[in-house]
């Protein structure tokens, strides 16, 4: 079966330090996997995505990038932390195009201090 | 562009009841999928039930189903005899043809009294 992991699951980071959030999917192969952020008590916004390794996609201009060295790893940076970088960080997985369903990671609780 | 709405920001329902959960959408696709997923509190996003724009039947996945009404636009969920553990967060969310990416609503928190 597919799992998903993410880490770290919590983080507290002084403004300006630079940020790395990984994120592997195990049990699939050439998954699309996305980065998406949470603000308190809001829905999900999604900020990159990526169909293939070198492939991103960003969805919103930002003080954010990711990666996908490996088919099954995916990896959220940043160089220098903003205190409007706090928030719920998930990743998900899908496979193939249409309306296939996305499956969440358990997330990564980002404190900018 | 898309976009998902959700217009209960909070439902309070007691244990056993059935509890529907508005979601209307904005869309001028033909041909589109939409999609609802719980939160709970820890944080996890998981996924509930599918229906796609040219299904004709509602629909259902255990104690969930989909109450789809293309012509209002609306993707309403229904949850029939509701536990203490449904006690969440509940996002509705819809996606292109084609495309990789999720549309969110702003979620509902429902609370289930014992």
Same mark, same amino acid.
């Given at each position: 079966?597919?799992?998903?992991?993410?880490?770290?699951?919590?983080?507290?980071?002084?403004?300006?330090?630079?940020?790395?959030?990984?994120?592997?999917?195990?049990?699939?192969?050439?998954?699309?996997?996305?980065?998406?952020?949470?603000?308190?008590?809001?829905?999900?916004?999604?900020?990159?995505?990526?169909?293939?390794?070198?492939?991103?996609?960003?969805?919103?201009?930002?003080?954010?990038?990711?990666?996908?060295?490996?088919?099954?790893?995916?990896?959220?940076?940043?160089?220098?932390?903003?205190?409007?970088?706090?928030?719920?960080?998930?990743?998900?997985?899908?496979?193939?195009?249409?309306?296939?369903?996305?499956?969440?990671?358990?997330?990564?609780?980002?404190?900018?201090? | 562009?898309?976009?998902?709405?959700?217009?209960?920001?909070?439902?309070?329902?007691?244990?056993?009841?059935?509890?529907?959960?508005?979601?209307?959408?904005?869309? %001028?696709?033909? %041909?589109?999928?939409?999609?609802?997923?719980?939160?709970?509190? %820890?944080?996890?996003?998981?996924?509930?039930?599918?229906?796609?724009?040219?299904?004709?039947?509602?629909?259902?996945?255990?104690?969930?189903?989909?109450?789809?009404?293309?012509?209002?636009?609306?993707?309403?969920?229904?949850?029939?005899?509701?536990?203490?553990?449904?006690?969440?967060?509940?996002?509705?969310?819809? %996606?292109?043809?084609?495309?990789?990416?999720?549309?969110?609503?702003?979620?509902?928190?429902?609370?289930?009294?014992?």
């Amino acid at each position: 079966s597919q799992t998903i992991h993410q880490w770290p699951a919590t983080l507290v980071q002084p403004v300006g330090s630079p940020l790395s959030l990984e994120c592997t999917v195990e049990g699939t192969s050439n998954p699309n996997l996305y980065w998406y952020r949470q603000a308190a008590g809001r829905g999900l916004q999604l900020l990159f995505y990526s169909v293939g390794i070198g492939q991103i996609s960003s969805e919103v201009p930002q003080n954010l990038s990711a990666s996908r060295p490996q088919d099954r790893q995916f990896i959220l940076s940043s160089k220098k932390l903003l205190l409007s970088d706090s928030g719920f960080y998930l990743c998900a997985w899908s496979v193939g195009l249409g309306y296939n369903e996305q499956f969440f990671g358990p997330g990564t609780r980002l404190t900018v201090l | 562009a898309q976009k998902i709405t959700q217009t209960q920001p909070g439902m309070f329902v007691q244990e056993k009841e059935a509890v529907t959960l508005d979601c209307t959408y904005d869309t %001028s696709d033909q %041909s589109y999928g939409l999609f609802w997923y719980k939160q709970p509190s %820890s944080g996890e996003m998981i996924f509930l039930i599918y229906q796609g724009s040219y299904d004709e039947q509602n629909a259902t996945e255990g104690r969930y189903s989909l109450n789809f009404q293309k012509a209002r636009k609306s993707a309403n969920l229904v949850i029939s005899a509701s536990q203490l553990g449904d006690s969440a967060m509940y996002f509705c969310a819809m %996606s292109r043809e084609g495309a990789q990416k999720l549309v969110f609503g702003q979620g509902t928190r429902l609370t289930i009294n014992p």
